[in-house]
């Protein structure tokens, strides 16, 4: 099992840009997950969705992200235009249906907008 | 709001005693709790998962947990260095639909000193 796949590893990018963040769950995985992490408000859930449906999405900062998961296997995570204060490690996660699965975290995708 | 509580630390024990970690939680309806490891720069690992009341060991892991005081702990017997992360506990979030993704702590720093 290869785990969950992000890319990029690290993005760095001016003020204004748009950034894509990209992920690819575990085969069979019905969840997907959008995390970021940062040291003053920890791990905060972003969005997620069941068989490519977005849940919820009460998470998102505002309207600069989206995200969008058009097949089971591909998901990805948009924020334009960018701004300094979304510099933040961004995690996505996938399992297996909830209550009592485990979430199985990517490598991240540590983002630093200047 | 859905909340779980953790001590940021840093907690310093050293090597070869035990580390305590607690967690309280907010929601009297979560069913299963989860602790994460993450090293500084890496992704959260699963280590251990608790679901009834009472204790769970795995190796020198044990997880305990008291339902009635929402309440959730972590001992890491015979601490080693490789020890020394940030432990995130890890409850699911349920709305009328069912659950909703997990609700991380800020995580308790660890330091085990050699």
């Known amino acids: 099992d290869a785990g969950v796949i992000q890319s990029p590893r690290h993005e760095v990018t001016e003020m204004g840009q748009e950034v894509t963040l990209r992920c690819k769950p575990i085969s069979g995985h019905d969840y997907l997950f959008w995390y970021r992490q940062t040291m003053m408000r920890g791990l905060e859930l972003l969005i997620y969705f069941n068989n490519n449906v977005p849940i919820d999405d009460s998470g998102m900062p505002e309207d600069r992200f989206s995200a969008k998961m058009p097949n089971a296997s591909f998901s990805t995570l948009k924020i334009q235009p960018s701004e300094p204060r979304d510099s933040a490690v961004y995690f996505c996660?996938?399992?297996?249906?909830?209550?009592?699965?485990?979430?199985?975290f990517g490598n991240g995708t540590r983002l630093t907008v200047t | 709001q859905k909340e779980v509580e953790q001590n940021s630390g840093p907690l310093s024990v050293p090597e070869g005693a035990i580390a305590s970690l607690n967690c309280t939680y907010s929601d009297r309806g979560s069913q299963s709790f989860f602790w994460y490891r993450q090293y500084s720069g890496k992704s959260p690992e699963l280590i251990m998962s608790?679901?009834?009341?009472g204790d769970k060991e795995d190796g020198r892991f044990t997880a305990q947990l008291n339902k009635a005081s929402q309440y959730v702990s972590l001992l890491i017997r015979d601490s080693q260095p490789s020890d020394s992360a940030t432990y995130l506990c890890a409850v699911p979030m349920y709305s009328g639909g069912g659950a909703d993704g997990l609700t991380f702590g800020k995580g308790t720093h660890l330091i085990i000193q050699p």
């Open positions: 608790i679901y009834s009341n």
């Open positions: 996660a996938s399992s297996l249906p909830l209550d009592g699965s485990p979430l199985h």
